[in-house]
């Protein structure tokens, strides 16, 4: 049941790339339940779903990172976080309306579901405890998602931010629990490759979301202005210094097998730094679709063509900490001058084209993209910053 030592163990199979595919549709149904909610309790509420469909998959990554995926038992495990992944999916527009308790039901089926598989499949395997105590949070945070789901609005927002924090703090706590002591990070045995190359897809996932946007956004046009043109160029041109930036250095093969390969580290390089820089590009999306569609600038559009970066680079500088130890300074740089734009762009509000801030962003997320692309060349991944 378990994945053979050997040269292709790191491989993501097809099973793997199938289940991601699912993914593509969370990650729209998210982008635009954030277009429509667009308020401070719209991006607190978005920002919980999407913390539950990123730990979902997350959870699934990892334990594929153990699992073989041509066992025939695994493809029907992943077949079933597929449709449980779909469910959630489909629930999330109106998780805090008629459709709360769909998108509990699937999450803690699949949370609740795939670590009591794991904890009977890799029996007499170190991993098999570890799952068990995996199994009694989820379990727990399980509760509390249902009866949230049973809720009022505001209600259902605090249980389910409380379920989402027992979820996520779990490894943080080595899953201690009482009666079942703790499954400390060191008794996780991963594969960093497999990882490193599975968030590399899930975060390529989020970046073709943001084409997707501005396809059908542009075709829904009639008729196309030439400032909608300028403004889809804009937002590919964005796209493309995000990818770069990215994979100049955090997606570079050398992350994976010469930095700090400890799970600890990994822990926080993949279930965490990439959470972040995955958001960061849903939020990209959003922005790209309210500079193609308003001409003024307003907050929304400031704080999304700002934002979206922002977060990226938190989780970008994140990543490197916990890989490299390195102190990435161009990324600060690039974070203080996105402020100063957003700032600026508060400030001025409708004095300025909505494109304008656009043009500002991307200047400085392609500045870094060359930076990272030229200080990345002849130097360690404990040095590159």
């Known amino acids: 049941m378990m994945r053979s030592e050997g040269a292709r163990r790191s491989e993501v199979a097809p099973i793997e790339l199938f289940f991601d595919l699912v993914y593509v549709f969370a990650i729209i149904q998210v982008s635009h339940t954030l277009l429509a909610h667009l308020s401070w309790l719209g991006v607190l509420e978005v920002a919980l779903l999407f913390g539950a469909v990123w730990w979902a ?33 489909l629930g999330l527009p109106h998780a805090f309306a008629e459709d709360g308790l769909l998108f509990a039901t699937c999450y803690v089926a699949a949370q609740v579901g795939r670590a009591a598989f794991m904890a009977v499949a890799l029996r007499g395997h170190v991993l098999a405890k570890n799952y068990t105590n995996l199994l009694a949070w989820s379990t727990s945070a399980g509760v509390l998602w249902l009866v949230g789901a049973f809720l009022d609005p505001t209600a259902r927002l605090v249980v389910w931010l409380v379920a989402l924090v027992v979820d996520v703090a779990a490894p943080r706590f080595e899953f201690r629990f009482p009666g079942l002591g703790s499954a400390p990070m060191h008794t996780w045995p991963t594969d960093p490759e497999h990882l490193a190359e599975r968030n590399r897809g899930v975060f ?39 990818w770069w930036a990215y994979f100049a250095l955090a997606g570079q093969d050398t992350q994976a097998s010469r930095g700090d390969a400890s799970t600890r580290a990994l822990r926080s390089a993949f279930a965490y730094a990439h959470a972040l820089m995955v958001a960061g590009a849903i939020v990209v999306a959003v922005s790209i679709e309210l500079r193609i569609s308003h001409t003024e600038t307003d907050p929304s559009v400031v704080l999304t ?19 490299t130890g390195a102190v ?6 690039a974070a203080t001058a996105l402020v100063v734009v957003g700032a600026l762009g508060l400030v001025l509000g409708h004095a300025v084209p909505s494109l304008a801030i656009g043009v500002a962003t991307v200047a400085v997320m ?6 990272t692309q030229l200080t990345s060349r002849g130097t360690s991944p404990t040095t590159a910053g």
Not at 74 to 86: C, D, E, P, Q
Not at 205 to 223: H, K, V
Not at 366 to 371: H, Y
Request: glycine fraction near 10%; hydrophobic fraction near 60%.
């Open 57 to 89: 998959w997350n959870y699934s990554a990892w334990a594929m990172n153990w699992l073989d995926p041509s066992s025939g038992l695994v493809r029907v495990l992943n077949g079933l976080l597929m449709l449980a992944a779909l469910g959630m999916s």
């Open 204 to 242: 390529i996932i989020a970046l073709g979301e943001s084409i997707l946007i501005m396809g059908f956004t542009l075709s829904e046009l009639d008729p196309i202005t030439s400032r909608a043109v300028v403004a889809t160029l804009l937002g590919f041109v964005g796209l493309f210094v995000l």
């Open 305 to 323: 063509t700002v934002g979206g970066p922002l977060i990226y680079l938190a989780g970008n500088i994140l990543f490197l900490r916990s890989r």
């Open 328 to 333: 990435a300074r161009a990324r600060y740089v």
């Open 366 to 371: 392609a500045t870094l993209a060359v930076v």
